[in-house]
């Protein structure tokens, strides 16, 4: 049984500021319920671990296609099914609509009773508050990663996908960068949101 989420937010920040903000994985614990802890491996990959029910479960996923300011997409590396996207849309200069959809194989008595009564929609929901409230509540990213990734296939070797960093080429600086370095930076400047 593969069971199915969908929710979205309407958040009070520019675009730009949305996308940046959910391209820093390691602060998800911050406001997705049942991530505990997301470990950054490169611009592809990354290794989580996440509580749902009281069972802990620990995966790799690889993004398989993002573009900057609008979507994330991604897929577990192995047997287990896990795969969703994050898209955003702007709805005026400082309003951006959020939408989550996600794939996930249930696999307790637990998870799959809470797939059937919809209560993973309800959660996504809840995390998708705590996102608003959070980006909202700073105002300003905490990171970014602009890069591009097309193709790239789970399971696959590091760099089966085509990553971009548009015209700044090989002189990317490495580190995140802090939210008055992405005010002052190119738009097209390419942060990593880990460290080497």
Not at 19 to 48: A, C, G, M
Not at 108 to 117: H, S, V, Y
Not at 163 to 170: K, L, S, Y
Request: hydrophobic share 35%.
């Amino acid at each position: 049984m593969t069971a199915t989420l969908t929710a979205e937010v309407e958040v009070e920040v520019p675009l730009s500021t949305a996308y940046n903000q959910w391209t820093q994985f390691e602060e998800f614990p911050e406001f997705l319920h049942s991530v505990k802890s997301v470990e950054q491996i490169d611009d592809e990959r990354s290794h989580w671990t996440v509580s749902i029910g009281g069972v802990q479960r620990e995966f790799d996923t690889t993004i398989v296609d993002q573009v900057p300011d609008d979507h994330v997409a991604w897929a577990s590396v192995d047997e287990r099914v896990h795969a969703g996207r994050v898209s955003f849309t702007p709805l005026a200069e400082d309003r951006t609509l959020v939408s989550v959809e996600m794939e996930w194989e249930p696999e307790t008595l637990l998870e799959r009773a809470g797939a059937t009564l919809q209560l993973d929609d309800r959660q996504a929901e809840m995390d998708l508050q705590r996102f608003k409230e959070f980006i909202e509540e700073r105002g300003e990213e905490t990171g970014a990663w602009r890069g591009e990734i097309h193709d790239s296939m789970p399971g696959g070797p590091a760099g089966s996908g085509a990553v971009t960093a548009g015209a700044v080429g090989a002189d990317i600086e490495e580190g995140p960068l802090s939210a008055d370095e992405l005010d002052a930076a190119p738009e097209d400047l390419t942060a990593r949101p880990y460290e080497q």
